[in-house]
C-alpha cells in the first residue's frame, strides 16, 4: 500500500502542478464525514459469459464498431473479487456494480435462484472489504425475451420491470439500501432511436426516443414504489447523464436555437419528468399527464463527462439539424473508431450539479471518467473534478459521493475494447490487471477523504498537464 494517509492535506492553491485550475474559493479541501469515494461499474461490461440480452444479439449481429465481443469482459461472473480486492487496496468506500436481469429472470417469469445467489455473494464480498455496495437495476441491458416482447416500448414493460425489482430487492435488500432504477434513459433513447448506436439501431426516430425516455420515467416510478415498499429506508435514485451543449458560434441565432433543442431533449427530459411531472411544449404533447412520476426519487444520480460544440446543419434532418462535434485543441481522452467521445471537461460537473440541485434531493455524481489508456489526461480530469466537488459543497449543495468510472478496463458497449477508463489496465486476453497512477492517486484521495498538492506530487512529480493527443 501506498504511504499516503498521513499527507496533511493543504490548500491546492499553493501547489504548481495545480496551476491551471481556478483557485479555490475556501481553503479547505477536506471533504464531509462519510463521504463516498467509489468506482462505478455495469454487469455486461464486466461479468463475461452473458449472452442471453439484446446487447449479446447486438455484438453478434456485429453492432460494435472494432467488431470485439463482451466475451469474457473481466470475468467477474467467475472472480468479480479479485477487483474488489484491487478496490480495497485503492481504498475506495463504495463500489456500484449492477444487476443483470438476463441472468435473474432469464425466461419471462422464471427466477433463476443462483444467479441471484452469486449477487448475494458478490455483495457480501464488498461488505467483507469494506466497501459499501450500490446497485442499480438496469444498466443498459436486459432480457432477450423482454426486448422481443417490445422492451420498454411495451404497455405492460413497467409491470414487468417491477416483477424483477421485487425480486431482486427481495433478494438481496439484506445487503444493499442504495438502488439505482435506471442508468442513463437518455443515453440509451438517443443512441438506441436516434443515432443507433445502440441496440435496437434505429436512427431519426426522435418522437419514438420522447416515448421511450416517458415510459422509462414510468418504470422508474413504479419500481421506486415497489423498492420501498419492501425496504421502506431504501434510498432510490436513477442516473442522469449530463452533457455540456455550447453553441458552436455564440453570435449564431440558429446554433443557439439547435443548441437549446438538444439540451431540451438530452439533459432535461427525463430531469423535468422527475421536477415536474412533465416535459416543455410542445414534447409534453407526446408524454400526456405523468404527474405521478413527480418528485419521485430520493437521490439524483449524475453521470458527468464531456462538453460538445453543437452548430445548425440543414443537411441533418435526422439529427433535429445538430451538428455535434469536438473543436480541435480540447483536452480529450482516446478515440473511439470513428467518433471522439466529447471535450473531458470536469466543469461540466458544476452546471450538471447546479441543474439537478434545483429538485432539491442528494446528489451524488455516479461517473465520472475519461478513455485513456496511458493516463496522459485521467490524473488532470481526476484533480480537476475532485476541486470542482470541494468547491461545490463548500458552496452548500448537498453531493454525497462521486465515483469514478470505472475500476478496471472494461468492454465499451459500441466502442468494444478499443476504449480503457479503468483506474486499473485490464489485458482482456490474459485477465492481467496493472493498477495506473491515476488509480493510485484516486485511491490516495479516497483513503484521505481530501486532496493535497503532496499526493498530486507523489504520484506525478512531472506534473498533471493534460498531454497532446
Ligand atoms: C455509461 C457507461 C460507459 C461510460 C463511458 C456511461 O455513459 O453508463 O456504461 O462505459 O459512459 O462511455
Known amino acids: 500500500m501506498d504511504e499516503v494517509h498521513d499527507l496533511e492535506c ?7 502542478n495545480l496551476t491551471e485550475v481556478a483557485p479555490l474559493a475556501t481553503a479547505p479541501s477536506r471533504f464531509p464525514a462519510g463521504f463516498l469515494w467509489g468506482v462505478s461499474t455495469a454487469a455486461h461490461q464486466v461479468e463475461g459469459g452473458n449472452d442471453n440480452n439484446q446487447w449479446a444479439a ?27 480486492d484491487l478496490a480495497r487496496e485503492m481504498g475506495v468506500n463504495a463500489l456500484r456494480l449492477s444487476v443483470e436481469w438476463s441472468r435473474i429472470e432469464p425466461q419471462e417469469g422464471q427466477y433463476d435462484a443462483q444467479a441471484l445467489r452469486r449477487y448475494r455473494q458478490m455483495l457480501e464480498a464488498l461488505h467483507q472489504r469494506g466497501i459499501r455496495p450500490m446497485v442499480c437495476l438496469h444498466h443498459f441491458t436486459h ?9 420498454f416500448l411495451r404497455y405492460d414493460a413497467a409491470n414487468r420491470f417491477e416483477g424483477f425489482a421485487r425480486h431482486v430487492v427481495s433478494g438481496l435488500g439484506d445487503l444493499c439500501q442504495s438502488w439505482v432504477t ?54 432510490v435514485g436513477w442516473a442522469h447523464n449530463f452533457v455540456v451543449f455550447q453553441p458552436a458560434d455564440p453570435r449564431s441565432v440558429l446554433d443557439g436555437w439547435v443548441t437549446r433543442l438538444v439540451n431540451e431533449l438530452f439533459n432535461e427530459s427525463f430531469v423535468r419528468l422527475i421536477e415536474q411531472g412533465k416535459l416543455a411544449f410542445p414534447l409534453s404533447l407526446v408524454s400526456g399527464d405523468l404527474n405521478d412520476v ?16 453543437v452548430a445548425f446543419d440543414a443537411r441533418l434532418l435526422s439529427q433535429m439539424f445538430a451538428r455535434v462535434f469536438v473543436p480541435p485543441h480540447v483536452p480529450q481522452g482516446d478515440h473511439g473508431v470513428e467518433q471522439p467521445y466529447g471535450e473531458a471537461y470536469p466543469a461540466a460537473i458544476r452546471l450538471a450539479v447546479e441543474r439537478v440541485a434545483r429538485i432539491g434531493k442528494p446528489i451524488y455524481v455516479l461517473e465520472n471518467g475519461v478513455p485513456d489508456a496511458q493516463d496522459r489526461i485521467r490524473p488532470w480530469l481526476i484533480v480537476n473534478a475532485v476541486q470542482e466537488l470541494d468547491r461545490l459543497i463548500q458552496a452548500g449543495q448537498d453531493i454525497r459521493g462521486y465515483f ?53 506530487n507523489q504520484y506525478f512529480p512531472a506534473g498533471i498537464e493534460p498531454a497532446p493527443d
Open 10 to 16: 493543504g490548500n491546492v492553491r499553493s501547489s504548481r
Open 58 to 84: 447486438w455484438e453478434q449481429a456485429g453492432g460494435i464498431k472494432s467488431g470485439d465481443r463482451s466475451g469474457q469482459a473481466c470475468d467477474w461472473w467467475n472472480n468479480a473479487e479479485r477487483d474488489f
Open 143 to 151: 432480457p432477450l425475451w423482454f426486448e422481443q416482447k417490445g422492451g
Open 182 to 235: 435506471f442508468n442513463e434513459p437518455n443515453v440509451y433513447a438517443t443512441l438506441g432511436y436516434v443515432l443507433g448506436e445502440f441496440p435496437p439501431g434505429k436512427r431519426g426516430q426522435i418522437l419514438t426516443a420522447v416515448r421511450l425516455v416517458n415510459a422509462l420515467a414510468r418504470a422508474h416510478t413504479q419500481a421506486y414504489r415497489a423498492i420501498h415498499d419492501l425496504q421502506p429506508a431504501a434510498q
Open 294 to 309: 413527480k418528485g419521485v426519487c430520493d437521490f439524483v444520480g449524475l453521470n458527468v463527462y464531456s462538453r460538445f460544440h
Open 404 to 456: 469514478h468510472w470505472t475500476l478496471t478496463d472494461n468492454f465499451e458497449w459500441s466502442e468494444g475494447w478499443k476504449l480503457r477508463f479503468g483506474l486499473v489496465a485490464l489485458d482482456p486476453k490474459t485477465q492481467q490487471r496493472t493498477m495506473r497512477n491515476s488509480g493510485r492517486l484516486y485511491g490516495a484521495i479516497a483513503r484521505s477523504n481530501c486532496i493535497s498538492p503532496e499526493m498530486v
